[in-house]
């Protein structure tokens, strides 16, 4: 397979393609080159991850042949051998029209996070984080609120609620996972004017479904930390609609003060303390199911 394994951008896979809150993991991939690789090929993603996927050419998450529009999308972990490992835009035969707003491209363990080829261009509207300060896309740090040059502090990919797994951001040292060194600079960072999708209304949930924005301003890339359910099971600190004994423990740790709240984002309803009512609430959910919220 020498071809994207993430999502080429080419009419078989993507034509008006318009996923939310899509998780692609060594998904979308249907032969390279493809004869009919072409410039009306359009994919539209918003409040997606593109994660660890391999192309052994060009573009590892997305190889852009056509018009690629990215908004509030996490890509992370994404390698190519001959470039673009999060994003090639070009280089494939055709021109290329590539839109970031609001996008993490990150970790990208080989082919930098985004190149552009010849005959590509690239429309900036703002607000994007590009850790890889060479191969940039032509983005310019604190030029449209981009954020160039700097980690954007995930914590692993974990189930924080929604249908999929995400990429949460790290809110501090150690929270919400023991890796993250401190506060992402991916929070509050699109301001909630410019926090809208790629036809212009108001992006109001994260790939979660949760709601944005939250705190002062929306997040970049596909979660909103701090977001929670509409109903929130008491204790389901995971969201996965359950809750276990350490989930029960962490509620413990919280009340007792020795965790922080955020240790638990998907378990405390809006507005609620953490006491010992919750955690008894949390402990019928436990051996009921969610039924307390
Ligand atoms: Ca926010
Ligand atoms: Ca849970």
């Not at 997606?48 to 391999?54: E, Q, S």
């Not at 900036?124 to 310019?140: R, S, W, Y």
């Not at 189930?159 to 150690?174: D, E, F, I, K």
Request: aromatic share 4%; with cysteine.
């Amino acid at each position: 397979m020498e071809g994207p394994s993430g999502i080429s951008a080419r009419p078989v896979e993507a034509v008006g393609t318009s996923e939310h809150g899509s998780y692609v993991k060594q998904g979308v991939y249907a032969g390279y080159p493809p004869a009919n690789f072409g410039a009306t090929a359009t994919l539209t993603l918003t409040d997606c991850i593109l994660i660890g996927n391999f192309a052994g050419f060009h573009g590892g998450g997305i190889a852009n042949g056509g018009t690629a529009t990215l908004t509030n999308c996490t890509l992370s972990g994404n390698s190519a051998r001959a470039g673009g490992g999060g994003i090639a835009n070009g280089g494939i035969d055709n021109s290329a029209t590539l839109t970031l707003r609001s996008t993490i491209v990150a970790n990208s363990p080989a082919g930098g996070d985004c190149v552009m080829y010849v005959d590509s261009t690239i429309t900036d509207n703002g607000h994007n984080l590009i850790e890889d300060a060479t191969n940039l896309c032509g983005l310019t740090n604190g030029v449209n609120g981009n954020i160039v040059g700097v980690d954007p502090l995930l914590s692993p990919l974990a189930a924080n609620g929604g249908p999929t797994q995400t990429h949460a951001l790290c809110t501090g040292a150690g929270v919400p996972d023991a890796s993250c060194t401190g506060k992402s600079p991916a929070i509050d960072a699109v301001p909630t004017a410019a926090c809208v999708d790629a036809q212009g209304d108001s992006l109001t949930t994260d790939q979660r479904g949760y709601g944005r924005p939250q705190g002062p301003a929306c997040d970049i890339g596909a979660y909103e930390s701090g977001a929670q359910p509409a109903t929130v099971c008491a204790g389901d600190c995971s969201g996965n609609q359950a809750v276990d004994i350490d989930e029960i423990i962490i509620l413990v740790n919280i009340a007792l003060g020795s965790a922080a709240p955020a240790t638990c984002p998907s378990g405390i309803p809006p507005g609620a303390s953490v006491d010992v009512g919750l955690i008894i609430q949390a402990v019928n959910n436990a051996q009921r199911g969610c039924t307390e919220v």
